[in-house]
């Protein structure tokens, strides 16, 4: 393959630039008509500054699916659940719902299978339910995702933990409890 290498290019026939391979170099910034992919891992592009630093340095990024799950004696049916990583933070958003309990008289509700372990810090990531199937939770329940963890509970601003009865979940339909949400987690560098 072969390889140019300058220090400087300067325009000086027209405003159109200089075109190499897809790529258009002139005053002020260059266009790509095509994407960046680098030669080796754990490369990436170092955003809003003129020279390389450590923390302006955008190196990983990551979206696919996750498997939620649940705490023993739960039955759980997934409709969908997608994650979006990028450097440090988790973007999670799910739908699932809860169909089963066990036989105690009440569970806490939890769900697992995060795609990657939280910070170990006294750091909770959070998050929003946007809807829990008409279960009757203090209007300020949401995920918590706990240090260390791929697990994420639900807690009440009340600061007790979101359980659920078998009185509630037998007076729900057959398709369970429904539980729509999304959380916002840090994962280690």
Same mark, same amino acid.
């Given at each position: 393959?072969?390889?140019?290498?300058?220090?400087?290019?300067?325009?000086?026939?027209?405003?159109?630039?200089?075109?190499?391979?897809?790529?258009?170099?002139?005053?002020?910034?260059?266009?790509?008509?095509?994407?960046?992919?680098? $030669?080796?891992?754990?490369?990436?592009?170092?955003?809003?500054?003129?020279?390389?630093?450590?923390?302006?340095?955008?190196?990983?990024?990551?979206?696919? $699916?996750?498997?939620?799950?649940?705490?023993?004696?739960?039955?759980?049916?997934?409709?969908?659940?997608?994650?979006?990583?990028?450097?440090?933070?988790?973007?999670?958003?799910?739908?699932?719902?809860?169909?089963?309990?066990? $036989?105690? $008289?009440?569970?806490?509700?939890?769900?697992?299978?995060?795609?990657?372990?939280?910070?170990?810090?006294?750091?909770?990531?959070?998050?929003?339910?946007?809807?829990?199937?008409?279960?009757?939770?203090?209007?300020?329940?949401?995920?918590?995702?706990?240090?260390?963890?791929? %697990?994420?509970?639900?807690?009440?601003? %009340?600061?007790?933990?979101?359980?659920?009865?078998?009185?509630?979940?037998?007076?729900?339909?057959?398709?369970?409890?429904?539980?729509?949400?999304?959380?916002?987690?840090?994962?280690?560098?």
């Amino acid at each position: 393959m072969s390889e140019i290498r300058v220090d400087t290019i300067t325009e000086k026939t027209s405003a159109n630039g200089v075109a190499i391979d897809s790529v258009t170099l002139k005053d002020g910034g260059a266009t790509l008509t095509d994407n960046i992919t680098f $030669s080796a891992s754990g490369k990436g592009v170092h955003l809003g500054v003129t020279t390389a630093t450590a923390s302006n340095l955008l190196d990983d990024y990551e979206e696919g $699916s996750w498997t939620p799950t649940t705490n023993t004696g739960q039955g759980l049916t997934v409709s969908g659940a997608k994650y979006t990583k990028i450097g440090q933070l988790v973007f999670l958003n799910f739908y699932v719902s809860l169909s089963t309990i066990s $036989s105690t $008289s009440t569970d806490r509700l939890e769900i697992g299978g995060l795609p990657f372990t939280s910070n170990n810090q006294a750091i909770y990531g959070m998050g929003v339910i946007s809807y829990m199937g008409g279960v009757n939770f203090n209007d300020q329940t949401g995920p918590l995702v706990s240090p260390n963890s791929t %697990d994420m509970y639900f807690h009440q601003n %009340d600061g007790t933990t979101a359980t659920i009865t078998i009185n509630e979940m037998n007076s729900r339909s057959s398709g369970g409890v429904p539980v729509l949400g999304g959380v916002v987690y840090q994962v280690p560098a």
